[in-house]
């Protein structure tokens, strides 16, 4: 059983910074990719960031410059620094892992919400 919990976000004012963590417990191995992904209200959920077991990376357009990922694959966390933040990036952030199996599998947690508004 695979379990991710994200933690770090709350309630900035514009410009401000937050640092999310997502940190991955039970049976993983074969990890392919570990990514942030954001619904905002009324809105499809997206990518914003991922980066995969041999560190290559990839950013949503709206958050380049601004957002960076990393991740420890000793402890299969993965984190997410936010800086320069914006009303429209708030939203439900959700950690995402995928990893081999039979097939390439996906495992979600349970989301974190930042808030970015003054």
């Known amino acids: 059983q695979v379990q991710l919990v994200e933690s770090g976000g709350g309630l900035v004012q514009p410009g401000g910074s937050l640092r999310l963590s997502c940190a991955a417990s039970?049976?993983?191995?074969?990890?392919?990719?570990m990514a942030w992904y954001r619904q905002a209200p009324g809105k499809q959920r997206e990518l914003v960031a991922s980066i995969t077991s041999t560190s290559s990376t990839n950013y949503a357009d709206s958050v380049k410059g601004r957002f960076t990922i990393s991740r420890d694959n000793a402890k299969n966390t993965v984190y997410l620094q936010m800086n320069s933040l914006k009303p429209e990036d708030t939203a439900v952030y959700y950690c995402n892992v995928k990893s081999w199996g039979a097939a390439l599998n996906d495992y979600w947690g349970q989301g974190t919400q930042v808030t970015v508004s003054s």
């Open positions: 039970g049976s993983l191995f074969r990890i392919f990719a």
